[in-house]
């Protein structure tokens, strides 16, 4: 069975679901796709059209013409245009124009709209209406009572209240042609017909009838396979799928005498069974329920390590193949397969005193585990034991064999280990090396995170990369005969060909520029970055420019995603090919990319809005009348399911030049001209090339000013007053030397008062800069304006308690973050949330000295810098923090008080000169300050005081400080936002 990915699914076998925050509300009640591919939701609190990406939204407010935001019903016309049932009643949306049709459907449901032409429709309830003219009329053309209505080949299907099949043509009436006996004794519950045959699903069984209207003949087939069936839907291949009462999907042979399974599994079950509306477009599955919103799902290359395998739970870092076996360094220790499918612990993470395995190298008699805190090596047969004490509480990024010696890359310089003894190569001391490479012609390269370095004849020597300057190097590959390919995080991709390099980034067509990984499989070259997968054809590396093809897109979109941080850091063997597949790590488990391509399902570039005054113009997208109004805002879109790569834009006005928008979807046009200007837009996917435009023409009243009369009269009196002048040019002269020496003195003037509203406007643009527009308060930009100031003036006043013996004052930071705020917002709204933060920020600032400095750091995020204070206040001041918001909540109408959790520090550490690099620690000491306080239940602060050894220490993330608080260099004390020390 293939496998099958879901926009931001966490594994690519189960559902990913687009809820509440995208849909208006997550209950499902009807789903179609419109002739420009985009799909159309409604639900309990409004309708969406979803493009693949992003909902745009439809109600009562900004569409009144819905009338309700209840939505029973979608439908889609022969002609294109779509149909919305609400609980009161029916709207029409044609090309941008939503219509409501006046009726009185005495409350009886839509249950299917049929219309061939612009000016004839037919709504089926349980009896039949005739729509004219935006309004709806009861008519008596079928007496019968109408149960499941289908619309097939010009002909309305149903079921009357006896169980009889109905056949009525459709024209410029509908007229029963043929009623089919059933002898069905129990209630039909679904009715689909496929060319001469009907399928009928009757208390969860699935009956099949040929049909012939030639003779209103009628034959029941051999029944499918006995399986309990509660609902019957129309897949893209003019077939049918069939759900079970266990929520198992399955594809119904309509041309044979069963169903086969060839959908299960991959579809939410409890989804399915939870009323769900199931649509298939071209292979790309929506399900939408009751419960759990929207879900989509499609068939993808990518393939995620089952989740019954221990290697699924685990932080995968790297890979090492033999022949074999594919060997995958985690943190539980290090894995081995020799399929690729089914994965056996080979060395649990106990083996090697707790630590990470990080790197692995193996021959045929040591196990080499690059950990991160120094290497172990064993043999085969044997237990582990760590190498060397030079590179104990070293993380080991690579292992490279070569001859008689392995290379040990670490993030603190380079080593080489000849099974004896360990010796630094000093070329690369202190620096943190990633990869390793011996191409064919015996030059050594090596990548670091500050450049690349080859060692040739002996002698190694920095490399210069088309003046570059320092770069990321994040992994090496030799391409070709002697071709050097060079990965970087940050500036994209260099190749190495006959001393001649060559720079590929997204400006000539690769997909993204911070790469960890490169490796080639088949006749591509795969990339893994920071932002997924794509791959690109080998024979374009000569080319300028260049085409790729995204796999995996992991750049924030799908929030889901965040577990691959794709694909898991720089170094040798981020991605590896073993038999033929690709093989990329993850923050939980293996990715494998197999041959299977997702297919596309591109619609047409359209406008989908079109704004004056931030309203939305209910009108046909043809040409639009904007009275004397010349701004207007433009938005569009490209329909794009089962995509991993967003569309790019370009938009005109008449024939000027293409405007590139990227990936933007709107375009603000401001002062259009008199007169009809006719706006284009077309979009392009994946490298291909720009698709056909969509087009409106806006038509702006001219003024009285404009008319060609008033140009005319305009052209007359310019010209008479150039005449006037040239009769008035000889006094002008006479007078030309007085009024210069006054003009220059009024132009001095005019220029020092230009000029010194320069300063004042430039003067208010740096507060601006340097402000946070909610709260007022500084913005993190601002910390740079008055560091260099606090660091010297904690120097000076540590340098005089050196001489004085007195250390009593220092410098507190307080890193201040508010509880569930992410919940406050979704329950309150962003306006109460803003609200919120604002007031908090008021409060703070209360509790300031003027010589403190309050930031907003981010989001929910306050850092409070307070360069002088008596540590025994600390106290003091930590309680008059919280206790300065405790009644907040009274004010803002909130049912429960607003906390907050701070976690602070304090500089200089014992007599260390404090410098920025020092700062950036005590921040990051603070912050991980705050992470304890929220692991320890929020509304509390945890204070940290830092020894001057950590002036040194390595690992500034949270694993390395939680080091450095066991081995006793940092003191934790952790209290109640009101309570004592």
Same mark, same amino acid.
């Given at each position: ?32 796709? !419109?002739?420009?591919?985009?799909? @159309? =939701?409604? /639900?309990?609190? *409004? $309708?969406? &059209?979803?493009?693949?990406?992003? #909902? ?20 889609? !016309?022969?002609?294109?245009?779509? @149909? =919305?049932? /609400?609980?009161? *009643? $029916?709207? &029409?949306?044609?090309?941008?124009? #939503? ?68 056949q009525a043509s459709v024209g410029a009436s509908i007229d029963i042609d043929c009623r089919y006996q059933l002898g069905l004794t129990t209630p039909v519950d679904g009715l689909i017909v496929k060319q001469n045959t009907a399928f009928i699903l009757s208390k ?181 034991s760590r190498s060397d004490v030079q590179l104990e509480g070293l993380q080991i990024n690579t292992l490279f064999a070569d001859e008689n010696v392995v290379y040990v890359a670490t993030t603190k310089g380079l080593f080489s280990f000849d099974g004896m003894d ?476 607003i906390t907050m959790s701070i976690g602070v520090t304090t500089l200089p550490w014992d007599d260390s000169a404090v410098d920025a690099r020092l700062w950036e620690h005590a921040v990051l000491i603070a912050d991980w300050a705050l992470y304890q306080v929220k ?47």
């Amino acid at each position: 069975m293939e496998q099958w990915s879901v926009s931001g699914a966490p594994t690519y076998d189960i559902g990913q679901r687009v809820s509440a925050k995208g849909l208006p509300q997550i209950s499902v009640k009807a789903i179609v796709r !419109d002739s420009r591919n985009f799909i @159309w =939701i409604g /639900t309990e609190n *409004g $309708l969406a &059209r979803f493009d693949g990406r992003n #909902f745009e939204f439809f109600n009562t407010v900004n569409t009144p013409e819905l009338g309700s935001n209840w939505i029973e019903g979608l439908f889609l !016309d022969d002609i294109g245009d779509v @149909w =919305i049932a /609400t609980r009161i *009643g $029916l709207v &029409r949306y044609s090309n941008g124009e #939503f219509s409501a049709i006046a009726s009185d459907l005495n409350g009886e449901p839509v249950q299917l709209i049929v219309s061939s032409k612009k000016d004839r429709a037919w709504a089926i309830t349980t009896s039949l209406w005739k729509i004219q003219k935006n309004t709806l009329q009861n008519t008596k053309a079928i007496s019968e009572q109408i149960y499941h209505p289908v619309y097939h080949n010009r002909h309305l299907w149903f079921i009357d209240a006896a169980n009889n099949l109905l056949q009525a043509s459709v024209g410029a009436s509908i007229d029963i042609d043929c009623r089919y006996q059933l002898g069905l004794t129990t209630p039909v519950d679904g009715l689909i017909v496929k060319q001469n045959t009907a399928f009928i699903l009757s208390k969860t069984s699935l009956h099949r009838y040929e049909v012939s209207s030639a003779n209103c003949a009628i034959k029941k087939l051999e029944r499918l396979d006995d399986l309990e069936i509660v609902s019957i839907h129309n897949s893209h291949s003019d077939g049918i799928v069939a759900v079970t009462n266990k929520g198992e999907l399955f594809d119904v042979d309509t041309s044979g005498s069963g169903v086969r399974k060839a959908l299960t599994d991959y579809l939410d079950k409890a989804a399915l069974m939870d009323d769900g509306v199931l649509f298939d477009d071209n292979g790309t599955w929506f399900l939408g329920s009751k419960t759990k919103g929207l879900q989509l799902y499609w068939p993808t290359s990518v393939k995620r390590v089952d989740q019954s395998q221990d290697i699924s739970q685990s932080r995968v870092w790297s890979f090492f193949a033999t022949e074999d076996n594919l060997y995958a360094a985690t943190d539980s220790g290090v894995f081995a397969t020799n399929n690729g499918e089914q994965w056996r612990l080979l060395i649990p993470a106990d083996e090697l005193e707790g630590n990470s395995a990080y790197s692995f190298f193996t021959d045929s008699n040591d196990y080499w585990v690059g950990t991160r805190n120094g290497l172990y090596i064993r043999s085969t047969e044997g237990a582990f034991s760590r190498s060397d004490v030079q590179l104990e509480g070293l993380q080991i990024n690579t292992l490279f064999a070569d001859e008689n010696v392995v290379y040990v890359a670490t993030t603190k310089g380079l080593f080489s280990f000849d099974g004896m003894d360990v010796s630094s190569i000093p070329t690369f001391e202190s620096q943190s090396v990633r990869s390793i490479l011996k191409t064919k012609n015996e030059v050594l390269w090596v990548g670091t995170e500050a450049g690349l370095f080859k060692k040739e004849n002996g002698v190694w020597a920095e490399v210069d990369v088309l003046n570059s300057g320092n770069i990321f190097v994040s992994s090496l590959l030799e391409y070709g005969d002697g071709q050097l390919l060079v990965a970087t995080y940050g500036k994209g991709l260099f190749l190495l060909d006959n001393n001649s390099w060559q720079a590929f980034n997204v400006k000539n067509g690769l997909p993204f520029q911070d790469l960890f990984a490169i490796q080639i499989r088949g006749n591509k070259l795969w990339l893994s970055g920071a932002s997924g997968i794509a791959s690109i054809p080998l024979s374009e590396l000569g080319n300028k420019q260049l085409t790729s093809d995204v796999i995996l897109r992991d750049d924030g979109t799908f929030s889901a995603r965040s577990d691959l941080r794709c694909c898991n850091g720089a170094g040798n063997h981020r991605a590896i090919v073993f038999k033929d597949k690709l093989y990329l790590p993850t923050l939980e488990g293996v990715l494998s990319v197999g041959d299977t391509i997702a297919p596309m399902h591109n619609g047409q570039t359209t406008i989908t809005g079109v704004y004056v005054e931030g309203v939305r113009l209910n009108q046909k997208y043809e040409k639009l009348n904007l009275g004397r109004k010349q701004n207007v805002e433009v938005d569009f879109s490209v329909a794009t399911f089962s995509s991993e790569t967003t569309p790019e834009y370009r938009y005109r006005l008449d024939s000027s030049d293409w405007v590139y928008a990227g990936h933007r979807e709107e375009a603000f046009l401001a002062k259009l001209p008199a007169g009809e200007t006719r706006f284009e837009v077309s979009s392009k996917i994946n490298g291909a090339g720009w698709s056909k435009p969509d087009s409106v023409i806006f038509y702006v009243e001219p003024h009285w000013w404009e008319s060609s009369l008033a140009k005319a009269l305009g052209l007359l009196a310019t010209v008479a007053m150039l005449y006037a002048l040239y009769l008035h040019r000889i006094a002008r002269f006479r007078r030309r030397n007085e009024l210069l020496e006054a003009r220059v003195k009024e132009r001095t003037l005019a220029f020092e008062r230009v000029n010194n509203e320069l300063k004042v406007k430039n003067k208010a643009l740096e507060e601006a800069v340097l402000t946070d527009p909610l709260t007022g308060l500084y913005n993190r930009r601002a910390v740079n304006s008055f560091l260099p100031n606090l660091l010297s003036i904690v120097n000076e006043r540590a340098e005089q308690h050196a001489h004085t013996n007195e250390n009593s004052e220092t410098c507190a930071i307080f890193l201040i973050d508010l509880d569930n705020f992410k919940q406050l917002n979704d329950t309150f709204g962003h306006d109460k949330g803003d609200a919120v933060l604002y007031s908090v920020s008021k409060a703070l600032q209360l509790v300031c000295r003027s010589t403190d400095k309050l930031v907003r750091w981010g989001g929910e995020e306050f850092l409070l810098v307070v360069p002088s204070i008596n540590k025994d206040d600390i106290n003091k001041f930590n309680r008059r923090l919280h206790e300065s918001i405790e009644n907040l909540h009274i004010a803002l109408e909130l049912p429960t008080s607003i906390t907050m959790s701070i976690g602070v520090t304090t500089l200089p550490w014992d007599d260390s000169a404090v410098d920025a690099r020092l700062w950036e620690h005590a921040v990051l000491i603070a912050d991980w300050a705050l992470y304890q306080v929220k692991n320890n239940g929020r509304d509390g602060t945890s204070l940290v005081t830092a020894s001057q050894e950590m002036v040194l220490w390595p690992d500034w993330g949270v694993e390395g400080l939680s080091t450095a608080k066991e081995r006793g260099l940092l003191q934790l004390t952790l209290l109640g936002g009101n309570s004592p020390f």
